[in-house]
């Protein structure tokens, strides 16, 4: 009796016995299998008689394998025995048939499995969290429609209609691949009689009848019409976009941002324009209130009736809502007055008698502009730094209409024109630059003019330092969700919130109509009388002498005091004074007015703002620069039209045509210098990144076409290991789709690190550079050797606008080769581990390298041809009115509205 041992007792008891079973499975069946080839190959005397296998008592103690081994070395390749040899490889090619249906159940059954469970195989880190949402599965559903592989998506017709080919392509693959193991039962057959050795001598014994068996089971159809080769590329772009994906959403969980930096490093410092001309604007608008209410409201001038000038927002039909003096958290009232659209504050006067006989209805609102009007620009009510900005614009009116600076400027004028019946002047002499003896000095103006400016500027600095509070900078879940496909997308942000603050910040607030008696002024002259410019634009009188009409005579009394407030803010010469603008040099000041390159020479000095947001903000500048000199190219040119049809004002023309075609030149430029910066470089990440995903889709589909050629790349019968030497790129082919996309959220990540660090140290190391090159070192020899100063040696404002754009230019030359590590990580990265494998997309030209320069090309090409249909079409309209002006008489059309003009020439 066989002993029992407790070991085996819990064996019994608690183990599945499935090994065992399984081997049993095995030797029960294919011991009768193996006597009957025996059997068979002692019929064609390949075993003899009397031999261990013939015994039915030796059963069970040799296998299929000792059968075939025993016949094969006695099989002899020659023509006498070609019974013999048909015999043996029949059963061969039988044996492995029947391997191979074991292997094809097992497949079959386990990817039908998977198929119904849906894209549950690999979890954890290989999972994606919402497939349906992923970009990448959305792309690959669309291409390949695979039902339930990439989320829960079914096929389309033409999906069914592909898989159909997909099959239909792997069948015929496979009758190639019993083709070639044909051929080589052939090649065997003739190299075993050749150097009678069984199989021949190149034949691997272990390698060869898998490599087959492996052959054919990636090339039979197994589901959906693709094969198991195919199903492997499937699950391995599955599993590596979920790794991908896993670890984007890591990287992204202690980030405030998607760059990695501070959340105050990505909002640029905007510049904002000059603020001269719209406080000389409400100077003039104070003044104008001022003299009209001491005027009406003198007794007997309308019968008592206190007449007020106030601000309003006005609208037809008949809608107005005056602006209280508490005017903080209007700005919100104002909008949804004029539902988000830009905001026009009238100052003026709603009809004060009981009867409405001043008949004011005509006016918008029912309020007549007396003073004027200004708008306040609306450019983005969703972006909080720029309606903060807007809204400290419209702050800033109202704090310059109620400024007590503002009011004794206007009282003084007042007092100083106005009859002495109509008020007196409160202002004693304690203040040398404006009392009520000596009028108003540059002096007051001058300071007047620096403090509101930095007013504004406060205004735009509170706006973005409560922008940077608010935050909001993360990557929303909204792109997290989309997964790595989509890791390119939030970088379109930086582009979309500094171009938002930059656009309000500039659009300062700007005159819509002039105070009434200096809107008549302006009318007549550009009807009778253009001999008069500069500070006498605006004297209530014709040239000759003769004096305008005016509506109402309290008009002129007011003109009066407006024209004299005009000379003496014109005398004062704001306009000329460099110590009121940003760079404190004229030509500086014109440069950047004409290329709109505010934000170029602040670019080094901030150097805690991200490089990629200081070159959005200064591509905007330029765009709305370009946008202006647009426009002005366009005035001018239709005035050069006007003139030119006017003999007397020939020369005139002339010139306006020169300085049209000047701006234009500019404008050409600009726009397509501020296109670059501004709308295509901060979609460079994007534009990289989705390219990169492109190309390992395009990866994944060629693939699907190559594997059968894979497949049949195993039928080797020499060479050592399961690849041989054909098949091996095919497998670092499947490891680089499971790879690729991982490699590139990681060149996404090296490029915008790698540009951030590199722009910091060129904005350390460039003074040097800039010295060197000039050959100045800061020292004072110069002062010793030729009297001078070493500011003397210093290269000039020129060299610092050129050197500065240098800078700007190896910047973005820096940011887009930092950029193609999102192509170059995943392409060339696995040479580390020796393959050099690369798939048709990464051999293909890279499309992106010419985005620029076709952008550069384009929108040159457009502002070009815009430019030129814009001033073609002016010089053509000023021809037509200057030739109908010229057979009318002299005379003809002038310049417009001269409150920005700052003592020019009309």
């Known amino acids: 009796m066989q002993e029992i041992r407790g070991k085996q007792v819990l064996a019994y008891a608690f183990m599945p016995g499935i090994v065992p079973r399984i081997r049993a499975f095995a030797e029960s069946g294919f011991g009768w299998l193996a006597f009957l080839m025996a059997a068979i190959y002692n019929a064609v005397r390949l075993l003899p008689n009397g031999h261990p296998y013939l015994d039915p008592a030796n059963r069970g103690k040799y296998g299929i394998r000792h059968v075939i081994a025993q016949a094969a070395n006695n099989l002899k390749m020659n023509r006498s025995n070609i019974d013999q040899i048909v015999i043996f490889f029949a059963l061969l090619i039988g044996f492995v048939i029947l391997v191979l249906q074991f292997v094809l159940l097992a497949m079959g059954l386990v990817l039908q499995t998977a198929h119904a469970a849906g894209p549950t195989f690999g979890g954890g880190m290989f999972s994606t969290p919402a497939p349906d949402n992923d970009v990448a599965f959305i792309l690959l559903h669309t291409v390949l429609g ?322 940077i509070a608010a935050g909001g900078f993360a990557v929303p879940p909204e792109v997290l969700i989309k997964g790595w496909g989509g890791a390119g997308i939030w970088y379109n942000k930086i582009a979309e919130m500094n171009g938002a603050l930059f656009s309000a910040a500039f659009n300062i607030p700007s005159p819509n109509r002039l105070p009434v008696p200096m809107q008549t002024i302006s009318e007549s002259r550009r009807m009778h009388d253009e001999n008069l410019g500069g500070a006498d634009y605006f004297a209530p009188h014709q040239s000759d002498g003769h004096p305008i009409k005016f509506e109402d005579p309290n008009d002129y009394l007011v003109a009066e005091v407006l024209y004299h407030a005009y000379k003496v803010w014109g005398e004062a010469g704001v306009y000329m004074d460099s110590d009121v603008t940003p760079k404190n040099n004229i030509i500086l000041d014109t440069m950047n007015f004409l290329f709109g390159t505010n934000g170029l020479f602040s670019m080094r000095e901030n150097k805690d703002i991200h490089p990629l947001a200081q070159l959005v903000g200064i591509g905007k500048g330029i765009v709305d620069s370009t946008v202006r000199n647009l426009f002005a190219a366009t005035m001018f040119s239709m005035g050069g039209g006007l003139f030119s049809q006017i003999p007397q004002f020939a020369g005139l023309g002339s010139f306006l045509n020169v300085a049209s075609g000047m701006l234009v030149s500019l404008a050409t430029v600009g726009l397509t210098v501020g296109f670059i910066l501004y709308y295509v470089l901060p979609f460079l990440p994007f534009i990289y990144f989705f390219f990169a995903v492109g190309t390992w889709l395009k990866s994944v589909f060629e693939a699907m076409v190559g594997v059968p050629l894979w497949a049949l790349a195993h039928l080797k019968i020499d060479g050592h290991g399961l690849p041989g030497d054909m098949a091996m790129s095919g497998y670092f082919m499947i490891f680089e789709i499971f790879i690729r996309p991982i490699l590139t959220v990681f060149g996404l990540v090296a490029s915008v690190i790698i540009f951030s660090a590199m722009v910091r140290v060129l904005n350390e190391i460039f003074p040097l550079v800039t010295d060197n090159l000039t050959g100045f070192d800061g020292t004072d020899a110069g002062a010793t050797l030729f009297g001078g100063t070493p500011l003397e040696f210093k290269r000039s404002v020129i060299d610092e606008f050129f050197f500065t754009i240098v800078y700007t230019i190896v910047v973005y030359m820096i940011g887009t080769s930092c950029f193609k590590m999102i192509d170059l990580v995943p392409k060339s990265i696995l040479r580390w581990m020796g393959s050099g494998v690369q798939g048709f997309a990464d051999a293909q030209g890279d499309a992106k390298e010419g985005l620029v320069q076709y952008a550069a090309m384009g929108g040159m090409g457009m502002s070009s041809q815009l430019a030129g249909t814009l001033t073609q079409t002016g010089n053509l309209a000023g021809k037509a009115v200057g030739t109908v002006a010229g057979n009318i008489g002299p005379g003809g059309g002038g310049p417009g509205s001269r409150i920005t003009g700052g003592g020019g020439t009309p």
């Not at 070639?180 to 050795?197: C, F, K, S």
Request: hydrophobic share 45%; charged share 10%.
């Open 146 to 467: 695979v039902p339930g592989m990439f989320g829960s998506y079914g096929s389309t017709p033409f999906h069914t209609a592909m898989h159909g080919l997909f099959q239909f392509y792997s069948l015929a693959m496979l009758i190639v691949a019993v083709i070639v193991v044909l051929y080589y039962v052939l090649v065997i057959v003739g190299e075993t009689a050749q150097t009678g050795t069984p199989f021949g001598k190149r034949f691997n014994h272990i390698w060869a009848p898998i490599r087959l068996v492996v052959a054919l089971g990636l090339l039979v159809p197994i589901a959906n019409g693709l094969n198991s080769g195919q199903y492997i590329t499937l699950y391995a772009a599955k599993l590596g976009s979920g790794l991908a994906t896993n670890g984007w959403l890591l990287f992204n969980e202690s980030l405030t941002n998607g760059l990695g930096t501070s959340d105050e490093s990505l909002i640029a410092r905007p510049t904002i324009p000059d603020t001269a001309a719209i406080v000389k604007f409400m100077a003039m608008a104070r003044t104008c209130k001022e003299s009209y209410e001491r005027l009406l409201n003198n007794a007997g001038n309308t019968g008592n009736v206190v007449f007020t000038i106030e601000p309003y927002l006005v609208k037809n039909p008949l809608i107005n809502q005056q602006i209280p003096t508490a005017s903080a958290g209007f700005y919100q009232t104002a909008l949804q007055f004029y539902k988000n659209n830009d905001i026009i504050i009238s100052f003026g006067a709603a009809d004060p008698t009981p009867g409405g006989s001043m008949n004011f209805n005509q006016n918008t609102g029912g309020i007549k502009p007396y003073c004027g009007e200004i708008v306040v620009r609306t450019n983005a009510v969703t972006q909080v730094g720029a309606l903060e900005v807007q809204e400290g614009y419209f702050n800033m009116i109202m704090f310059l209409w109620q400024n007590p600076r503002v009011a004794d400027f206007a009282e003084v004028m007042a007092y100083k024109k106005l009859p002495n019946t109509q008020g007196g002047c409160t202002l004693g002499t304690s203040n040398a630059d404006i009392n009520c003896n000596d009028g108003v000095r540059a002096a007051f103006i001058d300071q007047l003019i620096q403090d509101m400016h930095a007013q504004f500027d406060a205004e735009v600095t509170a706006a973005r330092d409560n922008m």
